[in-house]
C-alpha cells in the first residue's frame, strides 16, 4: 500500500498509524531527549520526518516556529502539536505527556539524593565538576543558537542590544522578546530580506510532500470557535483551579502558594527555551525569595541537562527545593514532592493549552511572512539573552564574590577579580576546550567534569 492510499484509509486513525506505534515512536523520541532543545528538535526531526516520514520538512518547521514563538518550552509543546495532528487531542496528550515523564521522574529522584545527601563531601564534589562543565554548556548554547539565527548585522545588533539590555539595565525579559517580535513582524511586512526565518533541523527547502500526513488539513485541525471556546475553557480551569484552591486554602505567604504564582507566572514569560528565562528564575529563586542559594540553582540546571525531557525542568527541582526548606507543617520530603509536582503541574498545564487553542489557527498561517520575521527577531534577541545566563552563571561559578552596581539606569552586579576560584576556572575551560575542539558530547563532557571534581576532592584541592 503506498503512503497516498494510506492517507486516504487512515484520516481518523493517525493517518495509517496505530495509536500503539505512535506511543511507541513517543516514548523513544522521551527517552532520547537529551542536549536541551536543539538536540531534542534534532532527534524528532530524525525520527519523524526522515526515518519514519510521518510530516514533512515544511510542516515540522511549520510547526516548530509557532512552538518557539510560545511562552514554554518549545521541543515539549512541538511534539503535542504533532501528536495532536497525527491522533487529535489523545495523541498531544499522549506525546506532550510522554515527552516530559522520563525527566519528571529523573529530576525528582535527583532531587531527593540532592536533599538528604547534598551536603556529603562526595556529592559536593561531584556537582562541584557538573556547574563547571554546565557554565561551558551554556556558552556553547550561545554559539550553537548564534550560528543559526545571526544570519545579518541587524540580527546581530538586535542581539547585542538584548544583552546590553537585560545585563546592565535590567529590563524584563518579556519586554525584550515583545520588542523584537514587533520589530521582526514589521520588517519582515516591509520585504526587508534580514528578516527571513533561519531554519531549522537538516532540511532547508526539501520538504517531504509525500509524508504520511500530507500537505492537506485533517477534518480535526479546522478552526471551530465553539470548540475553541470549549478546550480553552477546560485547560485554563486545570491551569488555575488548583492554584486558586491553593491561595484561599492557605493564603499568598504559604510557599505552596508562592510556588503555584511565581511558576504560573513562569509559564507566561517563558519565551525563547529555558536558557533565556532561567536567569530570571534563578535571581527571583536566589534573591527574592531565597528558597536556593546560587550554588544550588547551579546543580539544578546540572541535573535538568544530564536527564531526558525540557531543560525547564529545572524548575521542578526548584519547587522541591523550596518546599523542602519551608514544609508548612508536613514532613519535609512529602511538602518537597507535593512543592516539585506542583511547580511542573503550573508550568507545564499552560503548554497544552497554548497548543490545543492556537494550533488549529496556526495551520492556516503557514508561510506567512510576518509571523517568520517575528520568529527570526526573536531567536536573534534570545541569542543575547542567553549571553546574559552563562554570564550570570560565570560570575557564580568562577567568583566568591560580586559587587552589585545599582547607580540608574545601570543595574547589574560587577565580578570580584581576587576571588576567582581556579578550580572552578580550570575545569570550565578543560570543559570548553572539550565541547569546542574536541567536539565531546555533552553527557562525556558533564561526565568527565564530576570525575573531575571528586578527584580534586581527594586530592584535597577544594
Given at each position: 500500500m503506498d503512503i497516498r492510499a494510506t492517507q486516504m484509509e487512515g484520516a481518523d486513525a493517525g493517518h495509517g498509524i496505530s495509536f500503539n506505534e505512535a506511543f511507541r515512536v513517543w516514548l523513544r523520541v522521551a527517552c532520547l531527549s537529551f542536549g536541551g532543545p536543539a538536540g531534542q528538535i534534532a532527534v524528532m526531526h530524525r525520527i519523524l520526518v526522515e526515518e519514519k516520514n510521518w510530516i514533512s520538512e515544511g510542516r515540522f518547521l511549520h510547526a516548530l516556529n509557532y512552538c518557539m514563538l510560545l511562552p514554554g518550552p518549545e521541543a515539549q509543546q512541538l511534539a503535542t502539536y504533532i501528536g495532536w495532528l497525527m491522533h487529535r487531542t489523545a495523541g498531544g496528550l499522549m506525546a506532550g505527556g510522554l515527552f516530559i515523564l522520563p525527566g519528571i521522574i529523573a529530576i525528582m529522584g535527583l532531587s531527593y539524593i540532592y536533599a538528604a545527601f547534598g551536603n556529603v563531601s562526595f556529592v559536593e564534589a561531584l556537582f562541584f565538576g557538573l556547574k563547571a562543565a554546565v557554565l561551558a554548556v551554556v556558552v556553547e548554547a550561545v554559539f550553537r543558537v548564534g550560528k543559526r539565527a545571526l544570519k545579518n548585522r541587524i540580527m546581530i545588533a538586535l542581539a547585542a542590544i538584548a544583552f546590553v539590555a537585560i545585563f546592565f539595565f535590567a529590563v524584563p525579559f518579556p519586554i525584550i522578546i515583545i520588542a523584537a517580535g514587533l520589530i521582526g513582524y514589521v520588517g519582515a511586512k516591509q520585504g526587508r530580506p534580514e528578516f527571513a526565518p533561519a531554519g531549522h533541523g537538516n532540511g532547508g527547502?526539501?520538504?517531504?510532500?509525500?509524508?504520511?500526513?500530507?500537505?492537506?488539513?485533517?477534518?480535526?485541525?479546522?478552526?471551530?470557535?465553539?470548540?475553541?471556546?470549549?478546550?480553552?475553557?477546560?485547560?485554563?480551569?486545570?491551569?488555575?483551579?488548583?492554584?486558586i484552591a491553593i491561595l484561599l486554602a492557605l493564603g499568598q505567604a504559604n510557599v505552596f502558594s508562592q510556588i503555584a504564582l511565581f511558576f504560573s507566572k513562569m509559564a507566561l514569560v517563558t519565551f525563547g527555551g529555558a536558557y533565556a528565562v532561567l536567569a530570571y528564575?534563578?535571581?527571583?529563586?536566589?534573591?527574592?525569595?531565597?528558597?536556593?542559594?546560587?550554588?544550588?540553582?547551579?546543580?539544578?540546571?546540572?541535573?535538568?541537562?544530564?536527564?531526558?525531557?525540557?531543560?525547564?525542568?529545572?524548575?521542578?527541582?526548584?519547587?522541591?527545593?523550596?518546599?523542602?526548606?519551608?514544609?508548612?507543617g508536613l514532613s519535609p520530603m512529602l511538602a518537597a514532592t507535593l512543592g516539585g509536582l506542583l511547580a511542573t503541574w503550573v508550568t507545564f498545564t499552560p503548554c497544552f493549552l497554548w497548543i490545543f487553542v492556537g494550533a488549529p489557527y496556526i495551520e492556516r498561517l503557514r508561510g506567512n511572512k510576518g509571523l517568520a520575521g517575528a520568529l527570526s527577531a526573536i531567536t536573534a534577541a534570545v541569542v543575547g539573552v542567553i549571553l546574559n545566563l552563562s554570564i550570570w552563571f560565570a560570575l557564580h561559578t568562577l567568583f566568591g564574590e560580586t559587587?552589585?552596581?545599582?547607580?540608574?539606569?545601570?543595574?547589574?552586579?560587577?565580578?570580584?577579580?581576587?576571588?576567582?576560584?581556579?578550580?572552578?576556572?580550570?575545569?570550565?575551560?578543560?570543559?570548553?576546550?572539550a565541547i569546542f575542539r574536541f567536539k565531546l558530547g555533552m553527557l562525556t563532557?558533564?561526565?568527565?567534569?564530576?570525575?573531575?571534581?571528586?578527584?580534586?576532592?581527594?586530592?584535597?584541592?577544594?
Open positions: 527547502n526539501g520538504a517531504l510532500v509525500d509524508s504520511m500526513l500530507g500537505e492537506a488539513v485533517p477534518d480535526h485541525v479546522r478552526p471551530d470557535t465553539g470548540r475553541t471556546i470549549r478546550v480553552g475553557a477546560l485547560w485554563l480551569a486545570l491551569w488555575l483551579v488548583p492554584v528564575v534563578a535571581q527571583q529563586a536566589v534573591e527574592h525569595y531565597h528558597w536556593l542559594k546560587p550554588h544550588e540553582m547551579l546543580d539544578g540546571l546540572g541535573m535538568a541537562e544530564t536527564t531526558p525531557g525540557p531543560l525547564i525542568m529545572v524548575l521542578q527541582f526548584v519547587g522541591f527545593m523550596a518546599a523542602y526548606r519551608d514544609a508548612s559587587v552589585p552596581v545599582h547607580a540608574f539606569p545601570l543595574n547589574f552586579d560587577m565580578p570580584v577579580l581576587t576571588s576567582v576560584d581556579v578550580p572552578a576556572l580550570v575545569l570550565a575551560i578543560a570543559a570548553a576546550t563532557v558533564l561526565a568527565g567534569s564530576c570525575a573531575a571534581g571528586v578527584m580534586l576532592r581527594l586530592a584535597g584541592v577544594i
